[in-house]
C-alpha cells in the first residue's frame, strides 16, 4: 500500500482528498503546517508527498527545497491556486516532480500520482538493494537485513547506511558525510554527526555486522564483520 503526506491547510479540501486517496488504498498521513510538513517529510517514510504551496508557517516552495537539500528523493507534487507560470516554475525549480493547479478533477490528480509512483518504483529497479559483507540493504522499505535480524533504519541512518555501502572500504571524509545528512552549506552543530555514526554503529555491531571505522583526521569507513 502507497504512503502519502498530504499536507494542506483547507480542512475541506484536506478530509476530501484524504477520503479519495483512502479509497483508492493508499496509506494516508496528513498535516496542515508548514512546519509540520517539513519535520515528517524529513523524518517519515512516505512514496509520495501532495504538498499545497500557501501553508502556515513554512510555505511549499520552502519545504520541497529543504526537502531536496536533505537528498530525499520522494516525489513531490504541488497543489495550489496560483497557476501564473512564474508560480509553476519557481515549485519545479524548488523541487516538485509535478504541479497541479486548483481546482482540479479528482481523477487528475489521481492519474499524477499514479505516474509519479511509476516513474519512482522504475527508478528503484536496477539499483533497489545494496549488499556488502552479511548486510542486505533496500531502498523502498529503508530496512537493513543482518544475518536473520532486519532493522528499520531512521532516515539519518539510511542516508548515511546508503553511503557507507555504495562505497564499502573507501575512507568517507566528514564533510562528504555531513554534506550527505544535511544539504551542501548547512550549519551543524560540531559532534552531530559523530552522535548519528555512534547510534548507527551500536545497532550494526549489536546485530553481527561490520563495525564503522574512525580513521582518523581523515573521516570514517564501513569495516568487515569481526
Known amino acids: ?30 498535516c496542515s503546517h508548514g512546519d509540520d510538513a517539513l519535520d515528517q517529510a524529513l523524518n517519515g517514510s ?40 512564474d508560480d509553476r516554475v519557481q515549485g519545479l525549480d524548488a523541487g516538485a516532480d509535478d504541479y497541479l493547479v486548483k481546482p482540479f478533477a479528482l481523477t487528475e490528480l489521481h492519474a499524477r500520482i499514479r505516474a509519479q509512483l511509476r516513474r519512482s518504483a522504475l527508478g528503484y529497479q536496477e539499483s533497489d538493494v545494496l549488499e556488502f559483507d552479511n548486510m542486505r540493504y533496500r531502498f523502498a ?34 564533510q562528504q558525510l555531513m554534506d550527505r545528512l544535511w544539504g551542501e552549506g548547512t550549519e551543524i552543530l560540531d559532534n552531530a554527526l559523530e552522535a548519528h555514526i555512534s547510534k548507527l554503529r551500536r545497532r550494526l555491531v549489536a546485530c553481527g555486522g561490520p ?3 574512525a580513521v582518523r583526521g581523515l573521516g ?7
Open 1 to 30: 500500500m502507497p504512503t502519502i503526506l498530504l499536507a494542506e491547510d483547507d480542512q475541506t479540501l484536506r478530509v476530501a482528498l484524504c477520503d479519495m486517496l483512502q479509497a483508492e488504498h493508499y496509506d494516508v498521513y496528513t
Open 46 to 85: 512516505y512514496d509520495l508527498i501532495l504538498l499545497d504551496v500557501l501553508l502556515p508557517g513554512l510555505n511549499g516552495y520552502d519545504i520541497a527545497a529543504q526537502v531536496r537539500q536533505h537528498k530525499i528523493p520522494t516525489p513531490i507534487i504541488m497543489i495550489t491556486a496560483k497557476d501564473r507560470v
Open 141 to 174: 522499505t529503508r530496512e537493513l537485513t543482518i544475518g536473520s535480524q532486519t532493522l528499520a533504519l531512521s532516515p539519518k541512518e539510511a542516508l548515511l547506511m546508503e553511503l557507507f555501502l555504495r562505497y564499502p572500504h573507501w575512507v568517507l571524509t566528514r
Open 211 to 213: 563495525d564503522i571505522v
Open 220 to 226: 570514517y569507513r564501513l569495516g568487515e564483520t569481526v
